[in-house]
């Protein structure tokens, strides 16, 4: 890259967990491109892990089901929580798949799906 310059906006994704990715390695993007914005994620697989330990999930057909075993009472960790599962499961899977995610009290609260992307359920 080096002498290049890239006018398009750009977002570099990697995780946590990649033993490639080094501070090094991304030092000099901006040096590259007029707008880029680095994020660095949890491996899609720990999330998955953490989210088994925390929650029942299943397979119902070709669709996951995300049975909670605690209450997240504010939206936008709720919404976020939720967002990192489905595209977590996208990554995994490689392809999107509803995902239906239920309360404690066995209530629908969000619902991933690829007409209507990922959304709470309002009660």
Do not use: W
Not at 27 to 52: G, H, P
Not at 86 to 107: E, H, M, T, W
């Amino acid at each position: 890259l080096i002498g290049k310059r890239f006018t398009m906006p750009s977002l570099y994704i990697y995780g946590n967990e990649d033993k490639v990715i080094i501070p090094a390695n991304i030092l000099y993007l901006e040096d590259c491109f007029d707008s880029i914005r680095v994020e660095q994620i949890q491996a899609a697989q720990t999330v998955m892990n953490t989210v088994r330990k925390d929650c029942n999930v299943f397979e119902e057909g070709p669709h996951l089901v995300v049975e909670m075993k605690m209450y997240i009472s504010d939206p936008n960790q709720l919404l976020s929580y939720v967002k990192a599962i489905a595209n977590s499961d996208v990554v995994l899977q490689g392809k999107p798949r509803n995902i239906y995610f239920y309360d404690p009290s066995n209530n629908k609260i969000a619902q991933a799906d690829t007409l209507n992307g990922i959304r709470l359920i309002n009660k």
